[in-house]
T-cell receptor
Framework: GDSVTQMEGPVTLSEEAFLTINCTYT??????LFWYVQYPGEGLQLLLK?????DKGSNKGFEATYRKETTSFHLEKGSVQVSDSAVYFC????????????FGQGTTLQVKP | DAGVIQSPRHEVTEMGQEVTLRCKPI?????LFWYRQTMMRGLELLIY????????DSGMPEDRFSAKMPNASFSTLKIQPSEPRDSAVYFC????????????FGPGTRLTVT
């Protein structure tokens, strides 16, 4: 079945370091891909998305490119800030167009000053 | 605009008691989702509704859990009887349509069953 696998955390970085959080997926058809972020004590919120192969989603300095050949959607940011500390979830839409999302297990990012 | 509203934000109850969690989706959104988040199991989809109709409840753990959506602006998730293993954060989310994958999450209800 459809699934999402993320790198295990926590990921601990110093401020201004480069961030990569790996995400790979298994899916039938052509899913859309998403990154959601959860700040402490809050619900998830959409960070960026890509709906077809080679699309790049970007927001708040974060980027991710939909790579069909490697079934990946890695999240990157060139210079992280302490305020980026959160849990990041990779997700895909089911090809059945039901609106249902499949989430990865989440990766905790801790950025130290 | 108000986002997704959940109540209560925190609930502490004793094993065996009935618990009801409430959700008000964003006005105009036609799809509503209930999730459960725990350290052990991560984020799990319990059930979701399109136009107030339950579409997929395969994630509901067992018969102790039930969910309703009597109208477009209100949904409940009920646990009866509650057990300690139900302790988790429960999120409600809504989206504009069944084909709109941007889901808007509420702040969650932290449930503790002692």
């Amino acid at each position: 079945g459809d699934s999402v696998t993320q790198m295990e955390g926590p990921v601990t970085l110093s401020e201004e370091a480069f961030l990569t959080i790996n995400c790979t997926y298994t899916a039938t058809g052509y899913p859309s891909l998403f990154w959601y972020v959860q700040y402490p004590g809050e619900g998830l919120q959409l960070l960026l998305k890509a709906t077809k192969a080679d699309d790049k989603g970007s927001n708040k300095g974060f980027e991710a490119t939909y790579r069909k050949e490697t079934t990946s959607f890695h999240l990157e940011k060139g210079s992280v800030q302490v305020s980026d500390s959160a849990v990041y979830f990779c997700a895909l839409s089911l090809s059945s167009n039901t609106g249902k999302l499949i989430f990865g297990q989440g990766t905790t990012l801790q950025v130290k000053p | 605009d108000a986002g997704v509203i959940q109540s209560p934000r925190h609930e502490v109850t004793e094993m065996g008691q009935e618990v009801t969690l409430r959700c008000k989706p964003i006005s105009g959104h036609n799809s509503l989702f209930w999730y459960r988040q725990t350290m052990m199991r991560g984020l799990e989809l319990l059930i979701y509704f399109n136009n107030n109709v339950p579409i997929d409840d395969s994630g509901m753990p067992e018969d102790r859990f039930s969910a309703k959506m009597p109208n477009a602006s209100f949904s409940t998730l009920k646990i009866q009887p509650s057990e300690p293993r139900d302790s988790a954060v429960y999120f409600c989310a809504s989206s504009l349509t069944s084909r709109s994958y941007e889901q808007y999450f509420g702040p969650g209800t932290r449930l503790t069953v002692t």
